[in-house]
């Protein structure tokens, strides 16, 4: 239904990040249900109603990289994907090991190599990238994963790509997480230079922010597990059991939305009905804006 100068969105992607699930579901760090808030996340996404053309989850999906801790996530998130009829795209984090990953989500043999992947949504091209190094929490890309982005780049999809990582190619504001960022962002700005990228979602900070890259958007999308009280000094931020969100990713002809959804539940008013929304319809623009624009 189209009340403005935008048709509805032509594709639309659920975007979530940090999990850090561990096994058994033990609390991490002995205080965050990280297991709670998933599910919490997951219902939340289904209040939207959305049925997206993908569901993302941008890295940190385990805390230590254990098996059962894959096979926890993946249980809890397979029947959800299979309800909304979206696949899941899976993009490795710092706190991830790629064997397990592999093993556990792919269903692929274990393997040390970088898990990358490409996804055709109906002309829109996701391409997700490994920016984790194993051993290490700070992220990059070596020269072979960027020869391979480059050559699937190298013929342009109908609706443009979106890259998905989970480290940022982006600064924080926030002293500790710069040491830990994405190092050779220089030579991933000449491997996308010219290309049909149109955005790039990423993980990693615990916290929802936004900036470019070269001129190309960059979204973070918040975590799930715990999220960093910004309402500290720099210097002082930790992490804190509130504030929770995901994002909703609306592609349009001529630019991409993120929208940030909270996880928790509150009372809101019922306004927009869906008996409002069929008698808004059935007006001209003209009469539409008579009825809602004008001051009273």
Known sequence: MQFGRHAPAQRVIVHIS???LLAGNRPLGGRYDTAGNLTATLAAVERTGIRPDAIVFTGDLTDLGEPDAYAALRAEVEPFTARLGAPVVWVAGNHDERPALREGLLDAAPSSE?????????????????STVPGWH???L?????????GVLATPAPLGTILAL????????????????L???DELAAAIAGSDVRAILAGHLHYSTSGTFHGIPVSVASATCYTMNLQRPPQEVNGMDAGQSFQLV???DDTITHAVVPVGEAETADVFSAEWTRRMAALSPAERLEAFSRKR
Do not use: C, K, M, N
């Open 18 to 20: 940090d999990t850090h």
């Open 114 to 130: 970088p898990v990358t992947g490409v996804w055709d949504l109906g002309g829109l091209r996701l391409v997700a990238l490994d």
């Open 138 to 140: 700070h992220g990059d």
């Open 142 to 150: 070596d020269a072979a994963q960027l020869d391979w982005l480059r």
């Open 166 to 181: 989970h480290h940022p190619p982006l600064t924080s504001h926030i002293p500790f997480f710069d040491i830990l960022e």
């Open 183 to 185: 190092q050779h962002q």
């Open 250 to 252: 609306h592609v349009y």
